[in-house]
């Protein structure tokens, strides 16, 4: 199957749609540095072992001629990681970077890995609270990276 990404034409403003804490102070830093609000609008398809499956990013910035998504985490549970290796692997086009409440929590009580260390292993950019600034300026990147 090839990976692809369904674009959705609707750009209605987003009014209390937020599930989480995290995702509103997201929400309300893009909007400060003069970045649209485009909270999950695009479906990108990828297969699930033995099924297809769907998943719908939290956020889409696009800055310029650069588009990336941001996933916000409190709980980064196996299934999410699951999910997120598999779409690294069928959608290697599609950059998805991580926005933490706790980048230092472990994967599971006991676990010597942070959530931290699974995105370094994995090669996806990562962040504590907020999008940090420099990847909302243009060619910006992670200092984690």
């Known amino acids: 199957m ?3 990404v369904k674009l959705v034409t609707s750009t209605k403003p987003v009014v209390n749609r ?3 804490g995290l995702e509103v102070r997201v929400a309300d830093q893009l909007e400060v540095h003069g970045l649209p609000v485009v909270y999950e609008t695009d479906k990108i398809n990828f297969t ?3 099924r297809n499956a769907r ?3 939290d956020f889409k910035v696009c800055n310029g001629d650069r588009t990336f998504y941001v ?3 409190g709980i980064f549970s196996v299934g999410d990681r699951q999910k997120h290796l598999l779409i690294k ?3 290697p086009d599609i950059e998805i970077r991580f926005v933490f409440s706790r980048s230092k929590s ?3 009580k006991g676990s010597p890995t942070s959530y931290a260390d699974w995105c370094e292993k994995h090669g996806f950019l990562y962040a ?3 999008i940090p600034t420099d990847w909302l300026s243009p060619g910006g990147q992670s200092p984690q990276m």
Do not use: H, M, V
């Open 2 to 4: 090839t990976a692809s």
């Open 106 to 108: 472990k994967l599971y």
């Open 71 to 73: 996933e916000t985490k």
């Open 48 to 50: 699930y072992p033995a």
């Open 128 to 130: 504590d609270k907020l």
């Open 89 to 91: 692997e069928q959608c």
């Open 55 to 57: 998943y719908t990013p």
């Open 18 to 20: 937020f599930r989480s």
